[in-house]
Nanobody, 115 residues
Framework: QVQLVESGGGLVQPGGSLRLSCVGS????????INWYRQAPGKQREFVAL???????NYAASVKGRFTISKDNAKNTVSLQMSNLKPEDTAVYYC?????????WGQGTQVTVSS
């Protein structure tokens, strides 16, 4: 059974930093692309960042230069380092793994950027 568990969310002031983690079980991150998505209240879920099996990364324009996605295959973990956070980054952040025609999602972790 595939499970994705996010952690690391919280309340941070504008300009601050947070590091989110997604730990996987039941599937190896080494051979799969992993995405981060986010969903703000009243808005659709949107793509944030991805890292693929070759460690190639891609980012949404709104976070490029501020967020960094990385993967630790030994720990089966994907991290999202978020810096220079803005109030518009407030959302629930989800880890996503598409594999074999299925979509696996974590339960999400809340990030709130506010003074």
């Amino acid at each position: 059974q595939v499970q994705l568990v996010e952690s690391g969310g919280g309340l941070v002031q504008p300009g601050g930093s947070l590091r989110l983690s997604c730990v996987g079980s039941g599937i190896s991150f080494r051979f799969n692309a992993i995405n981060w998505y986010r969903q703000a209240p009243g808005k659709q879920r949107e793509f944030v960042a991805l890292i693929n099996e070759f460690d190639t990364t891609n980012y949404a324009a709104s976070v490029k230069g501020r967020f960094t996605i990385s993967k630790d295959n030994a720990k089966n973990t994907v991290s999202l380092q978020m810096s220079n956070l803005k109030p518009e980054d407030t959302a629930v952040y989800y880890c996503h793994l598409p594999q074999g025609g299925r979509d696996y999602w974590g339960q999400g972790t809340q990030v709130t950027v506010s003074s």
